[in-house]
């Protein structure tokens, strides 16, 4: 998937969020790549690739990152799955003035679940 975004306001507009330039915020592209394998008879692997374009302003360098998971069906209806997000890196600023800037941090999780 591929996102291309191209924003504006006309200079007669009324829309407050306009004139506080909230309509021209984001970034400008965004794309992802996803990919889903089926390892073995009871195993999975699931990705996704995404980038982001930098923002304009406040500036937010743009970044890369990967998320990862991988499943075991236990049984009938009974899963566990190791998963992690912003493999790539720490931490990365996703938007916000600097000083105030939201990071995304990598974070590695495990989960059960149970279908019934």
């Known amino acids: 998937m591929l996102q291309d975004i191209d924003t504006g306001v006309a200079p007669s507009s009324l829309d407050a969020s306009a004139r506080a330039g909230l309509a021209t915020k ?13 390892l073995r008879a ?39 799955a190791l998963a992690g997000r912003n493999l790539l890196h720490v931490r990365h600023p996703e938007f916000g003035e600097a000083g105030l800037r939201q990071l995304a941090e990598r974070h590695v999780f495990a989960s059960a679940t149970l279908r019934f």
């Open 26 to 38: 984001d970034p400008r592209s965004y794309c992802q790549l996803r990919s889903s394998h089926e």
């Open 42 to 80: 009871r195993l999975s692997a699931d990705l996704l690739l995404r980038g982001v374009a930098r923002l304009p302003q406040p500036a937010v360098p743009g970044y890369h990152e990967l998320d990862a998971r991988l499943a075991w069906q236990a049984g009938p209806g009974v899963e566990v």
